[in-house]
């Protein structure tokens, strides 16, 4: 089997997303392929074919990554995957080979991407950055404490009026928080809120409710209601929470209070909130949220030159890394990196290395969601200068956990 990979033309979309589509197990229609076109730019989409025969299929949206300090392009990379008759037989490697090749060359130092088996993307360099919780509360035993009382008003909103009022909450939100990157207008419409009929698993349609404080829009929800009735008459129900952000602790609050507040619902349950969510210390009783962490955005470093000099450090300093790449040679082995009030600078080092780790455990450690104890209190990285990793954990501190909202 001689498998080909190519980078697609406008008219290759269509087979491209069948293919993805079909490794899990899932169709696609005109206004699929529509609404795809609008978001995507077709040359960083990828196709493998056996012969003629398309049979593996990976994206890379491009990315503008908020990371500590700033922002990096990076590749959202999507729609991964090989129809069931090829796989385990290279044709994922050769996706992986060509896109990293690609990214390289198109000076984008980060990638991530949502992985659908855990076990995959290791060997490809990618490791754990982000970690996202689900919670599942009585919206009436939901209730804060010190409790200063109502505040702000509240607008439910049309999807057109949601296309103007949540962005610059968003944005404001994504400007602080590692792991969250810049939607367009277009993924805003095609991806953020597009809602057909086949994406609410039996729930209603999304509900869009803004929080106004002192007339100014500063946090939203958008959620969906699952409606069930027990047979003594009660409902048992839920509100499915989508997304849900604040600019402020007050706003996060108010727009929390609105959702615990549901009529016709038992519980409130949310997918995808940040590991160090404020409901754990603002609510009174935080185990009724039945907090369970689990992996979130998976980021892979491209260029660690690029990557290590892109975002900041939280104190001065110096680290010497000996980095283990057995995907991306070009990464592999000693690099210096120096943080200072002149900027930071990454070079290859001669000088005895501090530490010694996996590219993709480096990866982990890049946005601030793991630390460099984690990983070598699991015996991943190995300490080779006396107080080495608490050094590092010091200058890769982050204000909060890297945290990225939704799937792409």
Same mark, same amino acid.
């Given at each position: 089997?001689?498998?080909?990979?190519?980078?697609?033309?406008?008219?290759?979309?269509?087979?491209?997303?069948?293919?993805?589509?079909?490794?899990?197990?899932?169709?696609?229609?005109?206004?699929?392929?529509?609404?795809?076109?609008?978001?995507?730019?077709?040359?960083?989409?990828?196709?493998?074919?056996?012969?003629?025969?398309?049979?593996?299929?990976?994206?890379?949206?491009?990315?503008?990554?908020?990371?500590?300090?700033?922002?990096?392009?990076?590749?959202?990379?999507?729609?991964?995957?090989?129809?069931?008759?090829?796989?385990?037989?290279?044709?994922?490697?050769?996706?992986?080979?060509?896109?990293?090749?690609?990214?390289?060359?198109?000076?984008?130092?980060?990638?991530?991407?949502?992985?659908?088996?855990?076990?995959?993307?290791?060997?490809?360099?990618?490791?754990?950055?982000?970690?996202?919780?689900?919670?599942?509360?009585?919206?009436?035993?939901?209730?804060?404490?010190?409790?200063?009382?109502?505040?702000?008003?509240?607008?439910?909103?049309?999807?057109?009026?949601?296309?103007?009022?949540?962005?610059?909450?968003?944005?404001?939100?994504?400007?602080?928080?590692?792991?969250?990157?810049?939607?367009?207008?277009?993924?805003?419409?095609?991806?953020?809120?597009?809602?057909?009929?086949?994406?609410?698993?039996?729930?209603?349609?999304?509900?869009?409710?803004?929080?106004?404080?002192?007339?100014?829009?500063?946090?939203?929800?958008?959620? =969906?209601?699952? $409606?069930?009735? *027990? &047979?003594?008459? @009660?409902?048992?129900?839920? !509100?499915?929470?989508?997304?849900?952000? %604040?600019?402020?602790?007050?706003?996060?609050?108010?727009?929390?209070?609105?959702?615990?507040?549901?009529?016709?619902?038992?519980?409130?349950?949310?997918?995808?909130?940040?590991?160090?969510?404020?409901?754990?210390?603002?609510?009174?009783?935080?185990?009724?949220?039945?907090?369970?962490?689990?992996?979130?955005?998976?980021?892979?470093?491209?260029?660690?030159?690029?990557?290590?000099?892109? =975002?900041?450090? $939280?104190?001065? *300093? &110096?680290?010497? @890394?000996?980095?283990?790449? !057995?995907?991306?040679?070009?990464?592999? %082995?000693?690099?210096?990196?120096?943080?200072?009030?002149?900027?930071?600078?990454?070079?290859?080092?001669?000088?005895?290395?501090?530490?010694?780790?996996?590219?993709?455990?480096?990866?982990?450690?890049?946005?601030?969601?793991?630390?460099?104890?984690?990983?070598?209190?699991?015996?991943?990285?190995?300490?080779?200068?006396?107080?080495?990793?608490?050094?590092?954990?010091?200058?890769?501190?982050?204000?909060? $956990?890297?945290?990225?909202?939704?799937?792409?």
């Amino acid at each position: 089997m001689a498998i080909s990979v190519h980078n697609c033309e406008r008219s290759d979309l269509r087979s491209f997303l069948e293919t993805g589509e079909a490794a899990f197990a899932e169709h696609v229609d005109d206004a699929d392929e529509a609404r795809v076109n609008e978001i995507v730019e077709p040359h960083r989409m990828l196709l493998a074919k056996d012969g003629d025969l398309p049979v593996g299929a990976s994206g890379a949206f491009r990315f503008e990554l908020t990371v500590p300090g700033g922002e990096l392009p990076a590749a959202g990379v999507t729609l991964v995957g090989v129809i069931p008759s090829h796989r385990r037989q290279g044709v994922l490697t050769a996706l992986m080979r060509k896109e990293l090749d690609d990214l390289r060359a198109w000076d984008e130092p980060l990638a991530v991407l949502w992985c659908s088996e855990s076990s995959i993307y290791g060997r490809y360099g990618y490791g754990v950055a982000t970690r996202q919780a689900t919670i599942d509360i009585e919206g009436n035993r939901a209730q804060f404490r010190n409790d200063s009382g109502r505040q702000g008003k509240l607008v439910m909103l049309s999807s057109d009026e949601a296309l103007k009022s949540l962005p610059p909450v968003y944005e404001r939100v994504c400007a602080q928080t590692p792991g969250m990157y810049r939607r367009s207008a277009a993924w805003w419409k095609n991806h953020t809120l597009h809602d057909p009929p086949q994406r609410r698993d039996g729930d209603s349609p999304q509900w869009r409710v803004a929080l106004e404080l002192e007339g100014r829009t500063e946090a939203f929800a958008i959620y =969906r209601i699952h $409606a069930k009735w *027990g &047979s003594e008459g @009660l409902p048992t129900g839920h !509100a499915r929470v989508i997304e849900v952000m %604040g600019t402020s602790p007050v706003a996060t609050r108010e727009i929390w209070r609105f959702l615990f507040s549901l009529d016709l619902v038992a519980r409130i349950q949310a997918d995808a909130e940040p590991a160090d969510t404020p409901l754990l210390t603002m609510l009174s009783e935080a185990r009724r949220l039945r907090f369970l962490l689990q992996d979130g955005l998976w980021l892979r470093i491209v260029d660690i030159k690029k990557a290590l000099e892109g =975002r900041s450090y $939280a104190v001065p *300093g &110096s680290l010497v @890394l000996e980095v283990e790449d !057995a995907f991306c040679s070009w990464n592999k %082995g000693r690099w210096k990196l120096t943080s200072g009030q002149q900027g930071n600078v990454v070079e290859r080092s001669d000088d005895r290395p501090d530490i010694m780790i996996d590219t993709a455990d480096l990866a982990s450690t890049y946005l601030g969601g793991v630390s460099f104890g984690e990983i070598n209190r699991a015996g991943a990285a190995t300490e080779l200068t006396a107080g080495a990793m608490e050094r590092a954990d010091t200058m890769f501190r982050t204000e909060r $956990a890297p945290w990225c909202p939704e799937m792409f």
